[in-house]
Each structure stands twice: as structure tokens, then as C-alpha cells.
């Protein structure tokens, strides 16, 4: 048995290192295009590239791994099936479950890895690759900054002609648009012959020095017609001083909710701190705003209501307790204290669900770190009984089955998450979502080809059609 288990093991083995090194290239090859917009035109080094890519490759294992275990089990058990290898096992008494309790073993060490690796590696890529990304422009600012097109940086779009010095950072021939705080275009234009970038690690300010240059700026009159007036405003300058954050440099993609958030930075025992510190700031905001509330509800100390004799009935319209100037003050009062309370509902209805949905994603990345582990557990035991079924090895059949099932798999998964940001599900069904649907999928193929029953029973969905062809056609047989 030593034997047979070894050989399984490096047959699977082989293939699984193989389908892992290609889907790993491709998915670094979709990273690559992803941040093109961020490498292309800088004149990064190959080190800060290698760097780059570095910081991005641990959060992909999650993608790579599970399909990887997925197509290898099905191309090596579909390969064993197909040379009648799993055959002459059985006719040795060796059955499908005795064959898979080798690479049971492995996928549960493989398991066990991927846990660890999500739960330390993945976490300190992301601080990584995030720092990296917010720092490249300190670490070299005219990176930045590209030579004879415009380069957007923060709230102006600059174009040199040349850059010289150690790092760039001289420029020569630059034209400066500076962006309209109203959103409707470049009001302000700034030419300087030549000029510098100075920069710290210790601070967050970039300094363009310009030297010998023009200032044009739009005149934008109150009226219309009073525009052909006023045209533009003009001015030089021996020496002119930018001051740009640096932050704005490398902008970030808004959509990015690992750039959102520190959830993906974490790992178990620091989400758990987290989680904890989140529900009680929430659980405080919510009894403060009650509280708040409370207090405005009332009616202020000087519209006391008129004192009413004990006993004695109150009228339908309580307003006719009052004089028409004090039904006047009233009213008004009331309609600013309910336009000022929905406001505030509404204000803190948002913040609400911002602060959950904050908490929402704390919960998915903790419970990430378990999925992925499961993961590849769940696709052994869909891949490897799936292959001795279909009896189909090489790369055809099997990775079309395979790229079915991890779409689902991968659908599923994100859909969970995206409805359980938005607390319309608990972020725990959200997360075990794309498990709970495939497990099932898992136990059954796992029965069908332990008991050596094709994927599909076509008896069962002829026999249906033959009655009805016996009645139509009773003579023949």
C-alpha cells in the first residue's frame, strides 16, 4: 500500500505543481494589467516593479489555491480512470476511498498551510503593498511626473518638457493646469521656464519650486454678459512655490475596499480586538443619538401649556387653549424641530450603516481565513470523484468541469459578501455561502464514484420516454 500511495501522491503532485505555477502566472499576468495604469509611464525601476508584484502575488493564493487543488484532482483521477489504472486497483481490492485516503492526508496538510498563510502572510503583504503604494511618491516624487504629456497629480495636471538630476527631480519647460474647485475645468494656467521637486520623508508635503514663470488666471464675473470684460488675469513670478500632498500622488482606486479599509491587514486574534472595539463604539453611538433624541423631542421650558383644572376635559383642538400668536410660535417650533430631528435621523442612519457595514467587512475577512482552508478540502472531494467519473485526463474535459464549478463557487462567493456588507444577510452565511451550496455537490459525486455510478443515471431519464413510445407504439418491442 506504501507503494500505491506514493506513486498517488507524486502523480498528483506533479500535476497539482504544474496547474498552480500556470494559473499563478496568469493571475499575476491580470494583476499586472489591473495596476498598468499605475506602472506604465513612470520610469520605474525593475526593483520597485519586483517589489510591485511581490506585495500583490499573497493575495492571490485564495483564487489560485482552491481551483488548483480543483483541476489537479480531476485531471489526475480522470488520468487514473482513463488508463484503467483506478480499474485494476479495484479488482486488487483496493477501492476509491481507500486510493484518496493518501492525498486526504495532503489536502488536509495543504489545508492547515493555507489557514497560516492567510492568516500571517496575506495580512502583512496587504500593509505592505498599501504602504508601498501611498509611498512611492515620497520615496521618488517625479515618478510622478512624465515627460512631454500631462501627468495628473492631485489637484493640478503638469506636463515637462525634460527631466534631469539624480532622481528627476529637475524639471525644465513646465505648464501647470490647475483644476476649478467647481468641477468646470482649468480656470488657472501656470508656465515656468524651469523649476525643482523637493520632497522629505519626513513629511507629506511635495514642494514644486518654479522659477522664472507666468500666472493666467480666468476672471469669472458674476453676470454672463459681463464675461468679453473681464477676460483672464495675468502675472510673473521669479520664484513660485507649490505645495502638493502626496497622498494625492498615487491615488488609490475608490472602488479598492482593501485600500478602504484595515480589515484585509489583520489576522485572526487582531480582527477578534477589532470586532470588539467597532461593537462597542457602535453600541455607545446608538444609546448617545437615543439619548439625544430624547432630549429634543420635548417642547421647550418657555411654552409651558396653559395649566388645565383637575378633572377637567381637554378639548379636541388643544391648540385652542392658545392665543393665534402663541398657535403661530408652536407650529413653527414644531415644524423646525421635525425638519432638524429627520435630518439628524437621516445623518445618523448613514453613519449607522457605514459603521456596520465597517463591521460587516471585519467579519468577511475573518471568516476568509477559514473559507479558504475549507476550500480546498471541498474541491478534493468534488475534483477527485468528478475525474473518476467523467474518466477523462489531460486538459480538456477536466478544466472545463473545473472552471464550471470554481465560476460557481467563485459567484457565489462574492455575491454572499456583497449582500452581507450591506447587512441584508449575516456576514457568516455570506462567507460559508459558496461552501454550504458546493458541499452537497461533494457528498454526492463522492457516493456516485465510490459506488461506481455514472454522473448521470440515464435510465432514469429514458424510462419516462420508453413508456410513453411502448403506448404509442404497443407492437413494438
Known amino acids: 500500500m506504501k507503494i500505491l500511495d506514493k506513486y ?30 499605475e506602472l506604465a509611464g513612470k520610469d520605474l525601476d525593475l526593483l520597485m516593479i519586483v517589489k510591485f508584484l511581490a506585495f500583490s502575488m499573497p493575495r492571490i ?6 481551483l488548483s487543488v480543483l483541476l489537479a484532482s480531476i485531471m489526475t483521477f480522470g488520468d487514473l480512470s482513463e488508463n484503467y489504472e483506478l480499474a485494476a486497483m479495484k479488482s486488487a481490492g483496493v477501492s476509491l476511498k481507500r486510493a484518496m485516503k493518501s492525498l486526504t492526508v495532503f489536502i488536509l496538510f495543504l489545508s492547515i498551510v493555507a489557514f497560516f498563510f492567510s492568516n500571517n502572510v496575506i495580512p502583512f503583504a496587504e500593509y505592505k503593498f498599501i504602504n508601498f503604494r501611498k509611498n512611492i511618491a515620497q520615496a521618488k516624487p517625479a515618478l510622478a511626473i512624465t ?12 506636463k515637462v518638457n525634460k527631466k534631469s538630476g539624480e532622481n528627476g527631480n529637475t524639471l525644465t519647460g513646465i505648464t501647470i493646469h490647475k483644476k476649478s474647485n467647481l468641477g468646470d475645468g482649468s480656470k488657472t494656467v501656470i508656465k515656468a521656464k524651469d523649476g525643482e521637486l523637493v520632497s522629505s520623508e519626513k513629511s507629506s508635503i511635495l514642494q514644486l519650486v518654479l522659477n522664472d514663470g507666468y500666472y493666467y488666471e480666468d476672471i469669472v464675473p458674476k453676470k454672463y454678459e459681463d464675461r468679453s470684460k473681464m477676460p483672464f488675469a495675468k502675472s510673473t513670478f521669479k520664484k513660485y512655490i507649490i505645495n502638493i500632498d502626496l497622498s494625492q500622488l498615487n491615488k488609490t482606486d475608490a472602488n479598492d475596499q482593501s485600500i478602504a479599509g484595515t480589515n484585509t491587514m489583520l489576522n485572526v486574534s487582531e480582527l477578534n480586538y477589532t470586532l470588539d472595539s467597532l461593537h462597542k463604539n457602535l453600541k455607545t453611538d446608538i444609546i448617545s443619538f437615543s439619548e439625544n433624541m430624547n432630549q429634543r423631542i420635548g417642547i421647550p421650558k418657555e411654552n409651558k401649556i396653559i395649566a388645565v383644572k383637575k378633572n377637567k376635559k381637554l378639548p379636541n383642538n388643544i391648540l385652542s387653549l392658545y392665543t393665534n400668536d402663541q398657535k403661530s410660535k408652536i407650529l413653527d417650533l414644531a415644524i423646525s424641530n421635525l425638519a432638524s430631528t429627520k435630518y439628524s435621523i437621516d445623518a445618523s442612519n448613514t453613519e449607522f450603516k457605514n459603521k456596520q457595514k465597517n463591521i460587516n467587512n471585519h467579519i468577511l475577512a475573518f471568516y476568509d481565513k477559514f473559507v479558504i482552508a475549507f476550500a480546498c478540502f471541498l474541491m478534493f472531494f468534488i475534483g477527485a470523484p468528478l475525474g473518476a467519473i467523467i474518466r477523462k485526463g489531460g486538459l480538456g474535459l477536466p478544466i472545463i468541469f473545473a472552471v464550471l464549478i470554481f465560476i460557481t463557487f467563485h459567484f457565489i462567493n462574492t455575491f454572499g459578501k456583497r449582500i452581507s456588507q450591506e447587512n441584508s444577510l449575516s456576514p457568516f452565511m455570506g462567507a460559508w455561502m459558496s461552501s454550504f451550496v458546493l458541499t452537497p455537490l461533494a457528498i454526492l459525486l463522492s457516493y456516485r464514484a465510490t459506488n461506481d455510478i455514472g454522473l448521470i443515471n440515464m435510465d432514469v431519464i429514458l424510462a419516462p420516454f420508453q413508456k410513453i413510445f411502448k403506448k404509442i407504439f404497443p407492437s413494438q418491442k
Open 147 to 158: 515627460e512631454g504629456q500631462f501627468s495628473d497629480v492631485g489637484f493640478y495636471n503638469i
Open 61 to 66: 493564493i485564495p483564487l489560485v489555491l482552491p
Open 8 to 37: 498517488l501522491l507524486k502523480t498528483f503532485l506533479t500535476t497539482f505543481t504544474t496547474v498552480f505555477v500556470i494559473l499563478f502566472f496568469i493571475f499575476i499576468l491580470q494583476t499586472i494589467w489591473l495596476f498598468i495604469a
